[in-house]
C-alpha cells in the first residue's frame, strides 16, 4: 500500500505503531536479537524479548534505545525496518512502501539526537519523517486541542525517563526529565530483595512483582506475591514471598523523586498557565503511571487534580495518529 501514514512511538521500552484510522496496530519490546557469527538481528519484538536471559553465546539481545534516545544506531534501524515489515507480514497491510512517518521524541532532545531518529526512520523506509515532542503526542492522544491557548500539565512516566512538560497553543513551555522510570522501579525491588533476602531475582520476576503487588500509595490490604530466585549462598534456586507493603518502601524513593520533579516544573511555570493547570489539572501517562496509585500519590502532594489518560501506555501513539490527520494545521502552530 502506498501513501500510507504511520505514527510511531520509540519508547525505551515499548514501540507502538499507529496506521492511519486503524488505531495501534503493533505494540513490541525495543528488543533485537542479534547473532553475532552472522552480524545479523535474527528477531525483533515480542520473539526478542523472550530470548532475554536464555540466549547461547553467539546471540545478544539487544535494547537500542535507552533514555527515550537511540543509543545504538545500527539495530535501532533494524529494528524499526522489522516492525515497518511486521505491519505488512503480519497485519496483512501488504507491502508498506515509503510511508509518511511522525515519530515522537523527548523535549529535551539534542539535534544530534534528532538527527538520529529521523536518519534511522528514513533508512528503515520512510518517504518523509515528521518529529513530534512525546508530551505534545501524548496530550492530543489524551484528547486534548492542543492548539489553543491554554496550559495543561503532561507527566509521562515511561520505562528509562519521567518526562514533565507544560505545553500551551501546541509546543513546550517548561519542561524536565528525570532518569527514573519504570525500570528504576524494578532495580529498586531487585535489589531490596537481595539485601533483604540473600536472593537474586531477573528482570522479567520484578516486572511481575511491580505489576502485581508494587504501588507509590500504601493499599489498603496487605497483598503477598511468592516468587522463585538463586540463593546467593547455596547458588540454588529458593522461593520467598514479599509483601506489597515492603516492595511499597523498596520503591518509595523513586517515586518520591518523580514527584518532587513535577513540583519542580510547577514552581518554574509562568503564574497564568499554572492558574490553567490548577483547572485542568495534571494529566499521567505512560506504562509506568500505571503503577498502583501513582495517581493519587501525586495528587496528594502536589493538591492537584491528577488525570489518567485512558490509555496511558498507547497515548503517544494515538496522539501521532491524531496528529498525521492535520500535520497542516500543526506545522503552522510550529508543534511539528
Ligand atoms: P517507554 O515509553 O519508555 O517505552 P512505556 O510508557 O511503554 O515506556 O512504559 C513502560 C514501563 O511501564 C515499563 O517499565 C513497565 O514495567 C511499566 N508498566 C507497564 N504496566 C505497568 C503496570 N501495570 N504497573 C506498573 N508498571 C507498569
Ligand atoms: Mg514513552
Redesign the pocket.
Known amino acids: 500500500m502506498a501513501g500510507m501514514d504511520i505514527g510511531i ?1 520509540l ?4 514501540v507502538l505503531i499507529v496506521v492511519d484510522d486503524k488505531g495501534v496496530v503493533l505494540s513490541e519490546p ?1 528488543v533485537v536479537a542479534v547473532d553475532n557469527r552472522i552480524n545479523e538481528v535474527i528477531a525483533v519484538g515480542n520473539e526478542a524479548y523472550k530470548m532475554i536471559g536464555r540466549t547461547p553465546k553467539e546471540i545478544e539481545t539487544i535494547k537500542p534505545m535507552m533514555n ?1 534516545v537511540i543509543s545504538d544506531y545500527d539495530n535501532a534501524e533494524k529494528m524499526l525496518r522489522g516492525f515497518i515489515d511486521m505491519l505488512g507480514e503480519k497485519k496483512g497491510m501488504g507491502k508498506i512502501v515509503m510511508p509518511r512517518i511522525m515519530v515522537s521524541v523527548p523535549s529535551n532532545i539534542t539535534d544530534i539526537e534528532k538527527k538520529a531518529v529521523e536518519d534511522a526512520t528514513k533508512q528503515a523506509g520512510a518517504r518523509e519523517v515528521l518529529l513530534i515532542e512525546e508530551p505534545v503526542a501524548a496530550a492530543i492522544g489524551a484528547g486534548i486541542d492542543i492548539t489553543r491557548p491554554g496550559g495543561h500539565l503532561v507527566v ?6 519521567t518526562d514533565v512538560a507544560v505545553i500551551s497553543l501546541g509546543g513546550t513551555v517548561v519542561s524536565d526529565s528525570i532518569k527514573v ?3 528504576r ?2 532495580n529498586d525491588i531487585i535489589r531490596y530483595i537481595k539485601r533483604n533476602y540473600n536472593v537474586i531475582i531477573g528482570e522479567r520476576t520484578s ?1 511481575t512483582i ?2 502485581d503487588i ?1 504501588s507509590a500509595y500504601r493499599r489498603q490490604e496487605e497483598r503477598f506475591i511468592k516468587i522463585t530466585g538463586r540463593d546467593l549462598t547455596t547458588g540454588l534456586p529458593k522461593s520467598i514471598t514479599v509483601s506489597s507493603f515492603e516492595i511499597m518502601d523498596a520503591m518509595s524513593e523513586s517515586v518520591i523523586q518523580i514527584i518532587n520533579l513535577v513540583i519542580k516544573v510547577l514552581q518554574d511555570t509562568p503564574p497564568e498557565l499554572a492558574s490553567d493547570i490548577a483547572s485542568t489539572g495534571i494529566i499521567l501517562t ?3 503511571s ?3 496509585g501513582m495517581d493519587k500519590k501525586i495528587a496528594e502532594m502536589t493538591g492537584l487534580r491528577v488525570i489518567m489518560a485512558e490509555d ?2 498507547s497515548c ?1 501513539a494515538i496522539g501521532t495518529g491524531i496528529a498525521l490527520g492535520s500535520v497542516d494545521i500543526l506545522q503552522v502552530a510550529g508543534t511539528i
Open positions: 512511538d519508547g525505551t521500552a515499548n525495543s527515550g509521562d512516566i515511561g520505562d528509562g525517563t522510570g519504570g525500570s522501579f524494578n516486572e511491580k505489576k508494587g505512560g506504562g509506568g500505571l503503577l498502583y496511558p501506555i503517544v
